[in-house]
């Protein structure tokens, strides 16, 4: 079943074309890989694909309706995002900042905090034990699976999620990794904005490569990390150990 | 004791409070009356001395401290949850200033001999004014371009009125002006109450609309809109807060003039005490503004020894102390 889908979208900001003709579909039960060099456009192409701007040309479609034609609280009921860099969250409780997901269902307050999303959701993330501690005083890793219980509390069938793991350790970068492996399994489909591309080649279906605004290549991880064009994406030679692409030395 | 009932009993205290002080306020003043005697002659239509100064004098100044109180601290609330910063207060929007204009063109054009009203009147057609330039500046921008509109309409309004207390010709007038913009609700009547009335009202009711949205934006503007809430646009949050915070608190600065500090510092002590949640600190900032004016008026009226001190000028000396003290204890949780 196909749950998001975005069609030659384009976005130009002044003369500057952000995003190129991308396209991309996610159907249920999978985890695609958005990738790219810095400054490809992939935010920008996640923000068109949250709803939260809307494109010059093409369409963005969620459960085949378009983006355009549908309401703000209705789309919030579909779709998650977890933006790259939330800040520092203000001293709240963790409970009642993961509770917030529960707003597009029209829930706040003490309703929200008991609603049974958010203890599953704290449970999953392993935050249950934190979650009377305030926000603000959460490592780097914590902050992580907090923004991610949010977004479950929401209980959508689509996240998307924009460099989730960028601050992260090896250890924290690797359970963020298993926890939307395992959201996949339950049936969710999820986008996730990725410079690891070794967690990238052993945790999702598919890679979506950008470069310039547009998707140059799409597939299978293996299929996407050639030789070639990682040296003309990323101006980076590669090494493989068994099924990982590893970026080894720099061609430029 | 879970955030929510620690939310309920703090409003009950702090309403208990207001009540408390809204009847002192009203039993207590320079001239000593019999408080029942006077309250049965008003609830009997007898148009005695006492119940002349209960209802004219004493009344509307109490319900006014509540309002112009209650206003700047749910204004200051409602502000610094949208800007999430904790230094944004009612001022920055830049329509006091706007306000403070509209009264001092009164005072210069001597209009204020006509009626009671024309001042008040002059203060809130300069706040509406102030109000329409800075939505129409700010227009789907986002906080910065909100902030800096502020800012230039706030200096733009202050030069305005410099150039007014320049160019006015009696030094009396000057003095009038000078004391007006201090800010007091002394001799303010039901005349004030009625003109400020509206205003608050529609924005209070605008601004607390948007408590659910305050919430999400404590994630930044990106969560709270793929939350469902549409933050700019004619119906948007942030069109919400502003409209809402422009003419309530234009409405209260044509009353009673600039007084500072209350919005401030308000939400600043109070949001420890409702687990920093900015929907749950609006009806306690409401409140407790309404409560610190109500004493501070009355203070105001107790030391009145020689002229009387300025309501605007007591926020100020007592607000800016709390306002210190925070910033030590900041600085203490810091290192």
């Given at each position: 079943?196909?749950?998001?889908?975005?069609?030659?979208?384009?976005?130009?900001r002044?003369?500057?074309?952000v995003v190129?003709?991308?396209s991309?579909?996610?159907?249920?039960?999978?985890?695609?890989?958005?990738?790219?060099?810095?400054?490809?456009?992939?935010?920008t192409?996640m923000?068109?694909?949250?709803?939260?701007?809307?494109?010059?040309h093409?369409?963005?479609?969620?459960?085949?309706?378009?983006?355009?034609?549908?309401?703000?609280?209705?789309?919030?009921?579909?779709?998650?995002?977890?933006?790259?860099?939330?800040?520092?969250?203000?001293?709240?409780p963790?409970r009642?900042l993961v509770?917030?997901?529960?707003?597009?269902h029209g829930?706040?307050?003490?309703?929200?905090?008991?609603h049974?999303?958010v203890?599953?959701?704290l449970?999953?993330?392993?935050l249950?034990?934190?979650?009377?501690?305030?926000?603000?005083?959460?490592?780097?890793?914590?902050?992580?699976?907090?923004?991610?219980?949010?977004?479950?509390?929401t209980?959508?069938?689509?996240?998307l999620?924009?460099?989730?793991i960028a601050?992260?350790?090896?250890?924290?970068?690797?359970?963020?990794m298993?926890?939307?492996?395992?959201?996949?399994?339950q049936g969710?489909?999820?986008?996730?904005?990725?410079h690891?591309?070794?967690?990238?080649t052993r945790?999702?279906?598919?890679?979506?490569?950008?470069?310039?605004?547009a998707?140059?290549?799409?597939g299978?991880?293996?299929q996407?990390?050639?030789?070639?064009i990682?040296r003309?994406?990323?101006?980076?030679?590669?090494?493989?150990?068994e099924?990982?692409?590893?970026?080894?030395s720099?061609?430029r | 004791?879970?955030p929510?009932?620690?939310?309920?009993?703090?409003?009950?205290?702090?309403?208990?409070?207001?009540?408390?002080?809204?009847?002192t306020?009203?039993?207590?003043?320079?001239t000593?009356?019999?408080?029942?005697?006077a309250?049965?002659d008003?609830?009997?239509?007898r148009h005695t001395?006492?119940?002349?100064?209960v209802?004219r004098?004493?009344?509307?100044?109490?319900l006014?401290?509540i309002?112009?109180?209650?206003?700047?601290?749910?204004?200051?609330a409602?502000l610094?949850g949208?800007?999430?910063n904790?230094?944004?207060?009612p001022?920055?929007?830049?329509?006091s200033?706007?306000?403070?204009?509209?009264?001092v063109?009164?005072?210069?054009?001597g209009?204020?001999?006509v009626?009671i009203a024309?001042?008040?009147?002059?203060?809130?057609?300069?706040?509406l004014?102030?109000?329409?330039?800075?939505?129409?500046?700010?227009?789907?921008?986002?906080?910065?371009?909100l902030?800096?509109?502020?800012a230039?309409?706030?200096?733009f309004a202050a030069?305005?009125?410099?150039?007014?207390?320049?160019?006015?010709?009696?030094?009396?007038?000057?003095?009038?002006?000078?004391?007006w913009?201090?800010?007091s609700?002394?001799d303010?009547?039901?005349?004030?109450?009625?003109?400020?009335?509206?205003?608050?009202?529609c924005?209070?009711?605008?601004m607390?609309?948007?408590?659910?949205?305050?919430?999400a934006?404590?994630?930044?503007?990106?969560?709270?809109?793929?939350?469902?809430?549409?933050?700019?646009?004619?119906?948007?949050?942030?069109?919400?807060?502003v409209?809402?915070?422009?003419?309530?608190?234009?409405?209260c600065?044509?009353v009673?003039?600039?007084?500072?500090?209350v919005?401030?510092?308000?939400?600043?002590l109070l949001?420890?005490?409702?687990?920093?949640?900015?929907?749950?600190l609006?009806?306690?900032?409401?409140?407790?503004g309404?409560?610190l004016?109500l004493l501070?008026?009355?203070?105001?009226r107790?030391?009145a020894?020689?002229p009387?001190?300025?309501l605007?000028?007591?926020?100020?000396?007592?607000g800016a102390?709390?306002?210190?003290?925070?910033?030590?204890?900041?600085?203490?949780?810091?290192?």
């Amino acid at each position: 079943m196909i749950l998001l889908q975005a069609r030659d979208v384009s976005l130009r900001r002044g003369d500057r074309a952000v995003v190129s003709a991308a396209s991309l579909t996610l159907a249920q039960g999978r985890v695609i890989g958005l990738i790219g060099p810095n400054g490809a456009g992939k935010s920008t192409f996640m923000r068109l694909l949250a709803g939260l701007e809307a494109p010059d040309h093409g369409d963005v479609r969620i459960l085949d309706r378009s983006m355009g034609q549908i309401s703000s609280a209705l789309r919030a009921r579909q779709l998650a995002f977890i933006p790259q860099d939330g800040g520092t969250p203000p001293p709240m409780p963790v409970r009642a900042l993961v509770a917030l997901g529960r707003l597009p269902h029209g829930q706040a307050g003490d309703h929200a905090v008991r609603h049974p999303a958010v203890g599953h959701a704290l449970d999953v993330t392993g935050l249950q034990d934190l979650c009377a501690r305030p926000a603000s005083h959460l490592s780097g890793g914590e902050r992580a699976r907090m923004n991610l219980a949010r977004a479950l509390a929401t209980d959508t069938p689509v996240i998307l999620a924009d460099e989730p793991i960028a601050a992260l350790d090896p250890a924290h970068a690797l359970s963020m990794m298993h926890l939307f492996r395992q959201q996949a399994g339950q049936g969710k489909g999820i986008v996730v904005v990725l410079h690891d591309l070794v967690l990238a080649t052993r945790f999702c279906d598919e890679l979506v490569l950008m470069d310039d605004g547009a998707v140059i290549r799409h597939g299978p991880a293996l299929q996407v990390l050639d030789d070639d064009i990682m040296r003309v994406v990323y101006g980076v030679t590669v090494r493989r150990v068994e099924d990982a692409v590893l970026p080894w030395s720099l061609c430029r | 004791m879970k955030p929510a009932h620690q939310t309920m009993l703090l409003n009950v205290m702090l309403l208990a409070g207001v009540m408390g002080l809204f009847v002192t306020s009203l039993m207590w003043g320079e001239t000593r009356i019999m408080f029942s005697h006077a309250l049965a002659d008003l609830l009997a239509g007898r148009h005695t001395a006492g119940a002349i100064i209960v209802e004219r004098l004493r009344l509307p100044r109490t319900l006014l401290a509540i309002l112009v109180g209650g206003t700047l601290g749910l204004s200051g609330a409602v502000l610094q949850g949208y800007l999430r910063n904790p230094l944004a207060d009612p001022g920055i929007l830049g329509v006091s200033g706007g306000a403070a204009l509209g009264a001092v063109s009164v005072f210069y054009t001597g209009l204020m001999q006509v009626s009671i009203a024309a001042l008040p009147l002059g203060g809130l057609t300069g706040a509406l004014c102030a109000a329409a330039v800075l939505m129409g500046l700010v227009g789907r921008g986002g906080t910065l371009v909100l902030l800096l509109a502020g800012a230039a309409l706030s200096s733009f309004a202050a030069a305005l009125t410099a150039l007014v207390l320049n160019l006015v010709p009696s030094p009396y007038a000057s003095f009038e002006i000078m004391h007006w913009l201090m800010g007091s609700l002394t001799d303010r009547t039901f005349t004030h109450v009625w003109i400020c009335l509206p205003g608050v009202v529609c924005g209070t009711l605008l601004m607390l609309s948007a408590g659910r949205a305050l919430d999400a934006l404590t994630l930044g503007e990106d969560v709270a809109a793929s939350l469902g809430f549409q933050l700019h646009g004619p119906r948007g949050v942030q069109t919400r807060i502003v409209l809402g915070a422009a003419l309530a608190v234009g409405s209260c600065v044509a009353v009673s003039g600039a007084i500072g500090f209350v919005g401030l510092v308000v939400p600043h002590l109070l949001r420890p005490l409702v687990g920093y949640q900015p929907s749950r600190l609006l009806l306690p900032s409401f409140l407790g503004g309404g409560l610190l004016l109500l004493l501070a008026d009355m203070v105001v009226r107790v030391v009145a020894v020689g002229p009387e001190l300025q309501l605007g000028v007591l926020t100020a000396l007592v607000g800016a102390p709390v306002f210190f003290a925070r910033v030590i204890m900041l600085k203490r949780t810091v290192s």
